[in-house]
C-alpha cells in the first residue's frame, strides 16, 4: 500500500463510522476515495464531481440553505453524506471553503454498497437506531471510579457499627451518659422492636437543658417522633437529596423493616468533597437577606465542581434543586417572621425546571401559591401579594431570577385558592387554545416546595386524569411541543443561531432541552402519569401504549447527550468567570460530540414527525 494510501486507512480508522468496518473492508477501501482540494472561497460540492459522501481531512466548509442561511460547518473528520441518501430538498443546500480544504470523496454507489454489506456502519446514517446512539453516547467522558463512588453507593455500606438504641423511657440524663460514653451524636430510640423517636445533641441543648427541664424524665418528653427513615439500599445520593430538602441532619438507616444504623451529614461530608449538605445549613441558619445572598453565592461554583466530580446530569439537577427549595424555605421563613403567620392553609408550588428538579445555576424562577378555599380577597389578599413579593425578589436577589414570563407567585393570575387553580385546568384542557396551552404547559409541572402538601395533591391528580382523557387537548398539546424548531439541517446539519451576540452558535436549551422536555410532557400527560421529573416519567412511561420501550430508551438518552453538554459548557463558563447561558459554538466540541449532538436532535426530529401524524397538528396554531 502506498504511503498516500495507508494515511487515508490511518484516517478512516480514526473516524466514525469507518472505525466500525473489518479491517480487511478498511485495508481495501483507500482505493476507493478519491482526493478533493478546494481553495478557499471555492464551491461546495464541486461543481464537476460526481454525488458522493465527502469526508474532511482538512479545512472548513460552511453549508448554508437556498436563503443563504449558515445551517452548518463542517470540520475535520466530518461527513457530508445528503447527496447519497438522496435527502429531499438537498440540492438546495451550497456551500463552500471557508479556508484552504482537503477532501476525501467516495462515490454514492461505493457508499451504499457498505451500507448493504456492513449493517453497523448503516447504523451510523440512522438516528432512529439505538445501536448507533448509545455508541456515541459511551465514547462522551465517562464517570470515574471516584464519581461513582460518591454518590452511587449505597447507604448501608456506611454503617460501620451496630446501631446503639435505647427505650423511650430511659432518662434524660442517662441517654446523655450513654451518648457521651458511645462517641454518639444521636440516639435511636426503640420501643418493642419498633423505631419510635430520636434525639439528638442539639436536642439535649435547646429541648432539656435551655428549656430547664428535671434531666431525670425520659427522652420521650424531648425525642423527636417525626423521624425520616432510609432504606440500606439507597445511595448517597438519596441521602444527600432528603437531607437537603427536609433540613435534616441524622437517617436512620432500615434495612428489612428494622434499624440497621443511623447516617449523619457530617458522614456524608465525609464521602462527598463538595458540601452541599453545607450550604444548606448555611441556608438554614441565614437570618437576614444578606446572608442568603451570601450563600447563594456558591450556587455557580457548587454546579461547576459537581459535574467536576462526574456526578450525572440528573443527579446534579436534584442536588441544585434541592439548594433552591432551601432558598425558597428560607425567603419563606424570613416573611413570615417579618408579615406573621399565614392566615389560611396554602402550598408554595414550584413550576418550570425547579419543580422537575432539573434546576441549573443558570435557571430563573417559575412558581405559584395554591391557597385554600378559605381564601377571601379583601382579608388575606394583601398577606398573600406581600409575602410573595418578598419570596420572588428574595430569589432573584439570590441568582434565580425573575421568571420574564411573569409565571411568580407574584402575579396576582399565580396567587389563587383551590377552586380558581381547578377552572384553570378544566379550562385549559376542555378550551385549548394557543395561550392557553402554553400556560397549562407550566403548570403540568407542579411540586410543593413549602406548606400544605394535601392541597396540590387535591387539584393535580385529577387534572392529569382529565387531560389523559382528553385527545383534543393532547393534539394541541403536541401542535404546541412541535412549533420548536430543531436546530437541524437536511442530513443532521446544524442551524446555528445568527444574531450578533451568539452568532454560528447552538442554542442546546431552546432548540434542545425545552423541545425535548415538552414532548416527554405530553406522552407523561397521555399516559396518566403524575411525575414531573423529565427521567422519571421517561421510567414510567417505558413500553407503554404511547411510548415505545425504544423510543423512550432514545429520548432518556438524548436527555443525558444535551444535559451533559450544557453543564461542560456552563462549567467551563464558570472558570472563565463567565455567567452560565446555553449558546454552544459546534467547533468546540469533539467529533463524537457534534456527532451524539446531532443524534440527539435527529431523535426529536423524527419524534416531531410522528406526533404531527398521531395528532394531525397541521390543524392548529397555522
Not at 484 to 502: C, M
Request: charged residues 20%; proline residues 4%.
Amino acid at each position: 500500500m502506498s504511503i498516500e494510501l495507508a494515511e487515508i486507512r490511518d484516517f478512516l480508522v480514526a473516524h466514525p463510522p469507518f472505525d466500525l468496518l473489518p479491517g480487511d473492508a478498511l485495508q481495501q477501501l483507500p482505493k476507493s476515495f478519491s482526493i478533493r482540494y478546494l481553495r478557499r472561497g471555492q464551491a461546495f460540492p464541486p461543481a464537476d464531481a460526481e454525488a458522493s459522501l465527502y469526508l474532511v481531512r482538512q479545512g472548513v466548509i460552511d453549508i448554508r440553505n437556498a436563503q443563504g442561511v449558515l445551517i452548518e460547518k463542517l470540520a475535520e473528520g466530518e461527513l457530508y453524506s445528503a447527496l447519497c441518501e438522496r435527502i429531499d430538498d438537498a440540492m438546495q443546500l451550497h456551500g463552500k471553503a471557508s479556508e484552504d480544504s482537503l477532501l476525501y470523496a467516495l462515490s454514492c454507489e461505493r457508499f451504499q454498497q457498505l451500507s448493504q454489506q456492513y449493517p453497523a456502519f448503516a447504523e451510523h446514517f440512522s438516528a432512529a437506531l439505538k445501536q448507533s446512539l448509545w455508541r456515541v453516547i459511551n465514547n462522551l467522558p465517562q464517570q470515574s471510579a471516584q464519581g461513582e463512588t460518591q454518590l452511587d453507593m449505597e447507604v448501608g455500606q456506611l454503617i460501620a457499627r451496630k446501631p446503639i438504641t435505647a427505650s423511650p423511657d430511659m432518662r434524660i440524663v442517662d441517654a446523655a451518659r450513654l451518648m457521651t460514653d458511645e462517641g454518639l451524636s444521636s440516639l435511636l430510640l426503640v420501643e418493642n422492636g419498633a423505631l419510635t423517636g430520636l434525639i439528638t445533641d442539639r436536642d439535649l441543648r435547646s429541648r432539656c437543658i435551655a428549656a430547664g427541664r428535671d434531666i431525670t424524665q425520659t427522652v420521650r418528653e424531648i425525642m423527636s417522633t417525626q423521624v425520616r427513615t432510609i432504606d440500606s439500599t439507597a445511595t448517597l445520593a438519596d441521602a444527600l437529596l432528603l437531607m437537603n430538602r427536609h433540613n435534616v441532619h441524622h437517617l436512620p438507616v432500615m434495612q428489612d423493616n428494622e434499624v440497621a444504623g443511623i447516617l449523619s451529614s457530617t458522614d456524608l461530608i465525609r464521602q462527598q468533597g463538595h458540601h452541599p449538605l453545607q450550604l444548606v445549613r448555611s441556608i438554614h441558619k441565614a437570618q437576614t437577606l444578606t446572608e442568603l445572598v451570601d450563600a447563594s453565592a456558591m450556587l455557580r461554583d457548587l454546579q461547576a465542581q459537581l459535574f467536576n466530580a462526574h456526578t450525572p446530569a440528573y443527579r446534579l439537577g436534584q442536588i441544585m434543586s434541592s439548594i433552591g427549595d432551601a432558598l425558597t424555605q428560607r425567603l419563606l421563613t424570613l416573611a413570615q417572621t417579618e408579615l406573621g403567620e399565614a392566615p389560611i392553609a396554602f402550598a408554595w408550588l414550584a413550576a418550570g425546571s425547579l419543580a422537575r428538579q432539573e434546576m441549573t445555576a443558570g435557571s430563573d424562577q417559575d412558581n405559584a401559591l395554591l391557597l385554600s378555599d378559605d381564601y377571601a380577597a379583601d382579608t388575606h389578599g394583601e398577606y398573600f401579594a406581600r409575602l410573595a413579593q418578598f419570596v420572588c425578589d428574595g430569589l432573584d436577589a439570590c441568582g434565580i431570577v425573575h421568571c420574564p414570563g411573569e409565571v411568580m407567585a407574584s402575579n396576582p393570575r399565580w396567587r389563587q385558592p383551590l377552586k380558581s387553580w381547578r377552572e384553570y385546568f378544566t379550562h385549559w384542557i376542555l378550551h385549548p387554545d394557543h395561550k392557553g396551552v402554553m400556560e397549562a404547559c407550566n403548570f403540568f409541572d407542579l411540586r410543593v416546595i413549602a406548606g400544605d402538601a394535601e392541597l396540590l395533591q387535591q387539584l393535580f391528580p385529577a387534572a392529569v386524569a382529565q387531560a389523559s382523557a382528553n385527545q383534543i387537548f393532547l393534539a394541541h398539546l403536541a401542535a404546541n411541543a412541535t412549533r420548536h424548531r430543531i436546530p437541524l439541517g437536511f442530513f443532521r446539519q446544524f442551524v446555528l443561531v445568527s444574531d450578533d451576540e451568539h452568532h454560528d452558535q447552538l442554542d442546546i436549551k431552546l432548540g434542545g432541552l425545552i423541545p425535548l422536555t415538552e414532548l416527554v410532557r405530553l406522552f407523561a400527560l397521555a399516559a396518566g402519569v403524575t411525575r414531573v421529573n423529565t427521567y422519571e416519567r421517561l421510567q414510567a412511561m417505558q413500553g407503554s401504549s404511547v411510548l415505545s420501550q425504544s423510543s423512550a430508551a432514545d429520548l432518556h438518552d438524548a436527555l443525558d447527550i444535551l444535559n451533559t453538554l450544557r453543564l461542560r459548557h456552563q462549567a467551563l463558563q464558570h472558570t472563565q468567570g463567565l455567567p452560565p447561558d446555553n449558546f454552544i459554538d459546534p467547533q468546540s466540541l469533539s467529533q463524537v460530540e457534534r456527532q451524539s449532538l446531532k443524534q440527539a436532535f435527529s431523535i426529536l426530529r423524527d419524534l416531531h414527525k410522528l406526533l404531527a401524524q398521531r395528532y394531525q397538528t397541521e390543524r392548529f396554531y397555522t
